[in-house]
């Protein structure tokens, strides 16, 4: 029995070439998500930290007792920072670093009052903020 070549049954060489291209299509798009998914999960990362740091901040100021219902130096108006970030911040993300100020108003209309605006900001490949705003009551 002989057999002719259009009897013979396969894949011609076009056909291999392009199942290959659309399984590198499909690779290089999987790759992309892959590289889209490890960006937000930096980013989240960062927000998660900036966001500890700046409840941890406002606890802090919170916290401050009012010594004979005066206002202490760190709660004067102006702009203040919090100093060196916490190690442990700096340590849970290498490579990104923090910064934390806060500034202190006086509130309009309660003169025993002050608002209090705490600022987190990072850079990672944009700078990106976190803030809170707080008042604080000096009732004695």
Avoid at 32 to 42: A, D, H, I, Y
Avoid at 74 to 93: C, M, R, V, W, Y
Wanted: net charge positive; glycine share 8%.
């Amino acid at each position: 029995m002989i057999r002719t070549i259009r009897s013979l049954e396969g894949f011609s060489l076009m056909e291999v070439l392009i199942g290959l291209i659309l399984l590198a299509i499909g690779l290089l798009a999987i790759a992309s998500m892959q590289v889209t998914s490890v960006r937000g999960s930096f980013f989240s990362a960062n927000l998660m930290q900036a966001i500890f740091l700046g409840q941890d901040g406002l606890e802090t100021l919170k916290s401050l007792s009012l010594p004979g219902g005066n206002w202490p130096a760190s709660l004067s108006e102006g702009q203040h920072n919090f100093g060196q970030t916490p190690a442990d911040a700096s340590s849970a993300i290498p490579g990104t670093n923090f910064t934390r100020v806060y500034t202190v108003t006086q509130h309009s209309t309660l003169h025993a009052a002050r608002i209090i605006r705490i600022a987190v900001n990072w850079t990672d490949r944009t700078s990106h903020t976190v803030s809170y705003t707080t008042t604080r009551t000096n009732l004695q």
